[in-house]
């Protein structure tokens, strides 16, 4: 087919079937609007559905695609059949002056970005040198032990203990365009950064106002280090996109009871625990929180959560499953990292973990103070409000940086060899996590300013505490 | 037109504009762009390695040799092989050997064992 017929093909394939799993839930008001999401959706669950079929036997290819694809579809619509289709009608607002600026300078980044994706070959010697070749052996072996796990015989892949979504899905951008090109990679991510930014803007579409939404995704799409990663082949894009929106897909179905959000959250968690090691505890860490904030303030939307939850982590089940009956070690080791004396054999490691991670989530040059914007916009609304809740969208960030340093901290590897060659990309997801976060926040702050009578607008009186949650 | 429409507009022609000229946004838009070979490390004969990979029949095994090479070049034409050379296999015991691929002074052989 060629780059960009194929990969434009392979993508359409994703929404397809995205969209019939969204089905039963998607406001009939507004299909289209939903394509952004039902790319990651059906992007995820595909890539999972035929990874899964990878570790069964079946060659990454058309065949297993297709096989898949009618499976997810079938299951989409025979859900729809029985339960009918939702007549809850999508948020809508009007675009405002400012938000119609922002639009534009948007729409003006993620074309240049999709652009350059299809026309760049990955910077990232990962790429080309790990997650494309074990893509392309899944498509002529399948998930062969004599390449994927350790042994004498043959020359088996590096960091066999990762996940191969990101492989799969590579797999099936080269097999579409038709031969080995290494810009399938850097395609999919501009397809990807694309769609998780109208992703975003529909799930806070008539939530948040357009200007500050759009000026938000502007901050986040525009970071200087997403727009440098989404060239580089890599899969920490596609984790941090699917941690993000899992972080925001659970956020909003506790807050506002949105089904699309909940079917967003389980799809994107999937997608994050089969993309790299550290997504299944990012995931982990993400539910946990959003499960303790929902306990305390949305308690009949729990349970959905956890089991959207569950779901996620139950697709992780047979590459574990694998990996345990190939006795493919983790490279950081559980036990050398919950073991205290381990650790404090090796606590030079920890400062220095945590001021480099640290240094590249503040750093205005690579994320536009994503962070420290979202950490203001936290204490902001505490001090307002005195609710714990304002603190706990900057309170998971941290605890993600805290998983991060602790990771780096137990690593066995030279440690100023690992945080040069990864830190700045393994933050990624803690930095989308925190862009697609702050939105909803501002949204909130400005609510409650207009709410609050002028005389009371001095931010270092508390704003009586009404003990209702924050409203959708 | 509605709004959004003209927005949308407007940000496809700004970022034409914006490609056209030279910055920040030309270099995001990859302009002028780069093949279909992977950025390898080191220059690496690219046609001949597809060659070797279309004269590998499906079943071979295979050995690549890099005598006198740096750890970087090997690394790389490692790579290369599992990308161009599949589905043959990459071997280390020589006893499964069916192919020898030999790279020296920037040339790339293949020799049936």
Known sequence: ?472 | MSRSATAVGAGLVLAVVVAALPGPGRRLAEIPGDGPDPAYDVPLPEARIRDVGEQLPDDATYLLRTPGATPLVAGNLKAAGQLFFAPALPAQDERILGWEIVYRRGALTLRRR
């Not at chain 1, 760049?120 to 392309?136: E, F, H, T």
């Not at chain 1, 529909?202 to 502007?218: E, Q, S, Y």
């Open chain 1, 1 to 472: 087919m060629g780059l960009v017929a194929g990969v434009v093909a392979l993508n359409a394939v994703f929404v397809g079937v995205g969209y019939a799993l969204l089905l039963p839930v998607l406001p009939a008001s507004a299909t289209a609007s939903y394509a952004g999401a039902a790319l990651l959706v059906g992007g995820a669950a595909t890539g999972v559905g035929v990874f899964i079929a990878a570790i069964a036997g079946l060659r990454v290819g058309l065949l297993s695609l297709l096989g898949v694809a009618l499976l997810l579809t079938a299951g989409g619509i025979a859900v729809t059949f029985i339960r009918g289709r939702t007549a809850e009608q999508a948020p809508s607002a009007r675009l405002d002056t400012g938000g119609a600026v922002a639009l534009a300078g948007l729409v003006c980044v993620l074309t240049l970005a999709l652009v350059g994706g299809f026309r760049s070959s990955p910077w990232l010697d990962d790429s080309w040198g790990i997650w494309l070749p074990k893509g392309i052996a899944l498509s002529a072996h399948a998930l062969d032990e004599r390449l994927f796990a350790p042994n004498g015989t043959y020359v088996f892949f590096e960091v066999p203990d990762y996940p191969l979504w990101w492989s799969t899905v590579a797999a099936l951008g080269v097999r579409f365009a038709g031969n080995v090109d290494a810009r399938v990679l850097d395609a999919q991510l501009g397809i990807l950064v694309a769609a998780f930014a109208a992703t975003v803007a529909r799930l806070l579409w008539g939530r948040v106002r357009p200007w500050v939404l759009l000026w938000t995704l502007v901050l986040v799409v525009g970071s200087p280090e997403l727009l440098r990663q989404t060239q580089s082949g890599g899969a920490d894009v596609p984790l941090g996109i699917f941690v993000a929106c899992f972080g925001l897909g659970a956020a909003l179905w506790l807050a506002c009871g949105d089904r699309v959000a909940l079917v967003v959250t389980a799809a994107c968690g999937a997608g994050a625990i089969a993309t790299k090691t550290e997504g299944a505890p990012e995931v982990a860490l993400v539910l946990a929180v959003a499960l303790g904030a929902g306990a305390m303030l949305a308690r009949p939307r729990v349970p959905a959560l956890a089991a959207a939850g569950a779901v996620a982590f139950a697709t992780a089940v047979p590459w574990w499953a694998w990996r345990a009956a190939h006795e493919i070690p983790s490279r950081v080791p559980l036990r050398d990292a919950l073991d205290p004396a381990f650790l404090a054999n090796r606590t030079g490691r920890l400062g220095e973990s945590v001021a480099t991670l640290g240094g590249h989530l503040l750093d205005p040059t690579e994320w536009l103070l994503l962070v420290p914007l979202l950490l203001v916009v936290s204490v902001l609304g505490w001090r307002r409000s005195r609710q714990a809740v304002w603190l706990v969208p900057a309170g998971v960030v941290a605890l993600g940086y805290a998983f991060l340093a602790w990771a780096y901290w137990a690593a066995q590897e030279d440690l100023d060899y690992l945080l040069g060659t990864s830190a700045y990309r393994t933050v990624t997801p803690l930095a989308l996590l925190a862009g697609v976060l702050v939105a909803p926040l501002v949204e909130l702050l400005l609510r409650d300013r207009e709410a609050t009578p002028v005389e009371m607008r001095d931010t270092s009186v508390p704003v009586p505490d009404t003990g209702s949650p924050p409203r959708c």
